[in-house]
């Protein structure tokens, strides 16, 4: 008998018929001996209508008082969902019982939707197991030490998923979803993107900041420090498929020291087009000069990710980083007011056509050229590299967003990401 947790996203909660499905399923892992805790999202589209209403009635301010009612709203949407799957379970003829995060309790600090999980206190939830229930907990939301409601940030049931299993010691937290594991890179731009049958923890950590949206990165990070073991597959199999064969689907995350499968170099490439790029003309290269542009930046809460500095020319250098896009007009207005006179420099442009595209891979670690080999491959497309970042186990690189997908496919064509690894590498 195992503990194990399943965590249902929004797409298959989507119904009363899907949410029946759901049921089915759990009733299958429960029957097979295994005790069950099931962390389901709200209905797709029930946050987005929830959070529209609050809209409707005063458009969003960045206030405690504001964003607090926020999370009192979009909260309920995973109460309906775990309520529903409740009663879908006993209908299933199973005992079952469901808890929003203040009833667990989940603990979370005061950070209105985008809160973080402290701690969780698990006895009742054992209680009701050691009973021989089903425990239904909902994804997103806790509750702060004022006994506010509190959420977690969109996509956050994936976090309150894996919190629950690293707090519990569960022997497994499986992510039931839409797509059926993670895939070497997003099969809607590259048709012969594969399915990864195991993929390290790291590197899921940098496909998810990267841009791949199958799990919120804060669950990823949550899974490594706590090393909860993981896997991510289909909720759209037929609920009465062989449990063995379930268990065995989909893409499991992996912990590199109990791994001992050769790796492929590279083992994935993320995406995005979240960013934008804002560059600085003519700045006078004297110390200093890095912090004064990018502390005004910080100073108005806007995160910079890639960061370029050119060699400097009688005195003067080129200075460009990126920011998120929605932090662009932001970012170019509030350099503006300086540029002449505190940081006398020339020029602020900026271009929020770019993209990033990254490859990622452990097998970096040991392996060289990696980077001449995508650098390679981009200049045989033609296509320009305006900035690039390394880390240990990735290359980014920001481009012009209009050849996104054709520097996706062509990667993934040269690190040979559509062949299965050669047997004689396992
Ligand atoms: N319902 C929340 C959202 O839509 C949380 C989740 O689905 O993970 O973001
Ligand atoms: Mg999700």
């Not at 809209?55 to 607090?68: F, N, S």
């Not at 010691?169 to 990864?196: H, N, S, W």
């Amino acid at each position: 008998m195992a503990l194990i947790v399943h965590k249902y996203g929004g797409t298959s909660m989507g119904s009363t018929e899907r949410i029946a499905n759901v049921a089915k399923r759990v009733a299958k892992w429960h029957r097979a001996g295994h005790q069950m805790v099931v962390v389901p999202s709200a209905m797709s589209g029930e946050t987005n209508r929830l959070l529209g209403l609050a809209k409707e009635l005063a458009p969003a301010k960045t206030t405690a008082a504001y964003d607090r009612e926020l999370d009192m709203i979009a909260s309920t949407g995973e109460q309906v969902s775990v309520g529903l799957l409740s009663i879908a379970l006993q209908a299933e003829g199973l005992e079952a019982v469901s808890f929003s995060g203040w009833q667990v309790p989940i603990k979370t600090n005061s950070a209105h939707t985008k809160a973080r999980i402290e701690s969780i206190d698990d006895a009742r939830v054992r209680a009701e197991l050691a009973n021989g229930k089903v425990v239904i907990i909902t994804g997103f939301q806790g509750v702060d030490a004022n006994n506010n409601i509190t959420t977690l940030g969109r996509g956050g049931s994936d976090t309150s998923a894996v919190a629950v299993a690293a707090a519990m010691k569960a022997d497994e937290c499986l992510i039931y979803t839409d797509v059926d594991g993670v895939y070497t890179t997003d099969p809607r731009v590259v048709e012969d993107a594969r399915r990864l049958t195991r993929i390290s923890f790291e590197e899921m950590l940098e496909m998810a900041s990267l841009g791949s949206k199958v799990l919120q990165i804060r669950s990823v990070e949550f899974a490594g420090k706590y090393r909860v073991p993981m896997r991510v597959l289909s909720s759209f199999t037929p609920w009465d498929i062989d449990i063995n064969e379930e268990a065995k689907s989909g893409t499991l995350i992996t912990f590199e020291d109990e791994d001992n499968m050769e790796q492929a170099v590279v083992s994935g490439i993320a995406f995005n087009r979240d960013e934008a790029k804002v560059s600085l003309l003519g700045v006078p290269d004297t110390p200093g000069i890095a912090f004064r542009i990018l502390g005004s930046v910080a100073d108005a809460n806007i995160d910079v990710d890639m960061i370029i500095q050119n060699l400097s020319k009688d005195g003067l250098t080129d200075f460009s980083f990126t920011v998120h896009r929605n932090d662009f007009a932001k970012t170019v207005d509030l350099l503006k007011e300086k540029v002449a006179g505190e940081l006398g420099a020339k020029e602020v442009t900026g271009d929020a056509k770019i993209c990033k595209v990254s490859v990622v891979g452990i097998g970096m670690r040991s392996h060289a050229g990696v980077a001449s080999k995508m650098f390679r491959c981009l200049s045989e497309e033609g296509i320009n590299i305006q900035m690039i970042s390394t880390s240990e186990i990735k290359i980014s690189v920001v481009i012009d967003e209009k050849y996104m997908e054709l520097a996706v496919r062509a990667l993934h064509r040269a690190f040979d990401l559509d062949q299965e690894i050669a047997a004689d590498k396992v």
